[in-house]
């Protein structure tokens, strides 16, 4: 069960995060370069995007995304069980649904968000990285060393930290919204909306709340 | 001295919101009973089985399984008492993701670990008591509204379990698949020795199954005796149901419902 839930929400889940992060990676930097270009200082571009991605996009975005294909599909799968009584029968069975619904797909998607989250931000830089190159005469080298300078550990850390608190919350939203649904076909649709609304709310939500909190206290 | 129930509900009163679904009912389930429930749709057949496992709490009165109070149990010796009850429910439940290998296997698997062997061995072994060897692989939308049922029963078997409850076993099969379904049921029961409660509103398979008939009427048992004084009760009420007439005590809208799911 976990090793499917797993494969499913990870592996699945790459070609998305990789090419939404890549897209948006490349467009970022084509659009701060030419602004930054004005003033000379353009060679700010790889230090921008490296943070931007690491403490801030890659777990937003990995986070928007999953919400979207991960959660509406957890929603989804565990409220058709409910209202055609699989839940119960498992639970009749004297296996707790918790621990055998809930639990794997709280792992998967809570321990693959930060490797998903590393992937986005790897495929953001490739993304920037080009761009800079063929717009901004910044080669590769130059911006890979910007990158390397520019990274603390304290930024990977807040990343992969939100990243697996962002998995959390999904799961958390989807499988609740999933084992509550009412109402038979019509009840899994709304479920299913709401469960990708509520995370992608909550998770852009905390995130700020985090980022006040962590600048408040880092000053 | 008097034989102690498996299942006692003492004096069950279940109310949700101001609608009450039963109104202090009192029922024993002894031993090799093949207890069959009847009443009217909605009038808390299937609840009384929810209630049995644990499902549903009662408003108030007692749910005893043996000794214990099914109410009071920790969720681990809930749990431990649910796997000594099989449930058969009436669209099957079967885990529609899941092979027929996998569905059987399940309980056996999380519950007791049994080596791939032995539970191979008991998942074979209780898909021919159902005669349907060879579905192993098949997912349950690949097989018919008979044969999920049955695939449900082997799979209620695999923890032989003393209880077994059927909740409208026969609902929504043809009548001969029906009569395949009740005389399973039968057969299942004197070879294991299990104990079963049947609920249902088909009075041809209640009759060819029963060794025992309650009828439950606007949240009360308002009859409890052998298929044979059943068949003959003066109750008024029993009689129209037994004859199914619309000439009758037998209100067509009733206050009792199911629970809303």
Redesign the interface.
């Known amino acids: 069960m976990l090793f499917a839930q797993t494969d499913r929400t990870g592996i699945g889940s790459i070609p998305l995060v990789l090419m939404v992060s890549f897209f948006l990676g490349l467009t970022m930097a084509l659009l701060t370069g030419y602004q930054l270009e004005k003033f000379g200082t353009e060679r700010l571009v790889p230090t921008l995007i490296s943070i931007a991605f690491t403490r801030e996009l890659g777990p937003l975005l990995t986070g928007i995304v999953l919400a979207a294909r991960i959660g509406a599909a957890y929603t989804a799968?565990l409220g058709?069980?409910q209202?055609?009584?699989?839940v119960?029968?498992?639970?009749?069975?004297?296996?707790?649904p918790l621990r055998?619904l809930v639990a794997p797909r709280l792992v998967a998607i809570s321990s693959l968000m930060p490797c998903l989250s590393v992937i986005s931000c790897i495929a953001a830089l490739v993304g920037a990285c080009l761009i800079s190159w063929a717009a901004l005469n910044l080669v590769p080298a130059a911006f890979i060393d910007a990158v390397v300078t520019s990274l603390i550990v304290s930024d990977i850390v807040i990343g992969l930290f939100k990243a697996v608190f962002f998995g959390l919350l999904i799961g958390l939203i989807a499988c609740y919204q999933g084992l509550t649904v009412?109402g038979g076909a019509e009840g899994v649709g709304k479920a299913t909306t709401d469960s990708v609304v509520i995370s992608i709310t909550t998770v852009i939500g905390f995130d700020t709340l985090f980022n006040i909190m962590v600048t408040k206290i880092t000053g | 001295m008097s034989e102690t129930p498996l299942v006692h509900l003492d004096n069950i009163v279940l109310r949700f919101g101001d609608k009450t679904v039963l109104d202090g009912i009192d029922l024993k389930v002894f031993s090799k009973d093949r207890l069959v429930i009847l009443g009217q749709s909605g009038s808390g057949k299937s609840t009384t089985l929810r209630l049995i496992?644990g499902?549903l709490k009662p408003t108030s009165g007692v749910v005893r399984y043996r000794h214990l109070e099914v109410q009071r149990l920790s969720?681990s010796k809930?749990?431990?008492?649910?796997?000594r009850?099989g449930?058969v429910?009436?669209?099957s439940?079967?885990?529609?993701?899941m092979t027929v290998r996998e569905n059987l296997a399940?309980?056996i698997e999380?519950?007791r670990g049994s080596s791939r062997k032995e539970i191979d061995a008991l998942i074979e072994q209780n898909l021919a008591i159902v005669g349907m060897s060879g579905t192993e692989e098949n997912m349950p939308s690949e097989l018919s509204g008979g044969m999920r049922k049955r695939v449900s029963l082997a799979r209620a078997l695999m923890?032989e379990p003393e209880l077994i409850l059927f909740d409208e076993p026969s609902a929504g099969l043809d009548p001969v698949i029906s009569s395949v379904i009740d005389e399973l049921i039968i057969r299942l029961t004197e070879k294991t020795n299990a104990t079963s409660v049947i609920v249902t509103h088909e009075m041809e398979s209640a009759f060819r199954i029963a060794t025992r008939m309650t009828m439950l009427y606007q949240g009360k048992i308002i009859e409890d005796a052998p298929p044979d004084r059943f068949r003959t009760s003066e109750n008024p009420v029993v009689r129209q149901f037994v004859t199914g007439t619309t000439v009758g005590p037998i209100m067509e809208t009733s206050a009792h419902a199911d629970p809303?799911?």
């Open positions: 799968e058709t069980m209202v055609s009584e699989e119960e029968a498992i639970e009749a069975m004297g296996i707790g055998f009412t | 496992l499902i969720r809930l749990n431990l008492l649910r796997s009850i449930m429910y009436q669209y439940a079967l885990i529609s993701s399940l309980p999380e519950l923890m809303p799911k």
